[in-house]
């Protein structure tokens, strides 16, 4: 492997862990592998991971969920 590809698989890993939904502590690689896995809809990935159902109604994630969802 390259260093310039083993570098963008460390940021991948890096990114994949962030959490996405604050209110259920949901990361950003659980809800990618919900939409790898056919979720195409915020409630798809809300049904596969409970993201997006917190109190605060998926203000704070759903922007972010919605991009991931148009990427695919």
Known sequence: MD???EER???AIV???KVV????????GVIQRAIDDGAATIDDVRRRT???TGP???K???PVIQRMLRRD
């Open 3 to 5: 260093p310039e590809e």
């Open 9 to 11: 698989r460390r940021l």
């Open 15 to 17: 990114e994949s862990y």
């Open 21 to 28: 939904c604050i209110c259920n502590k949901i990361r950003r």
């Open 50 to 52: 409970r993201a997006a």
């Open 56 to 58: 605060c109604g998926s």
């Open 60 to 62: 704070r994630c759903g």
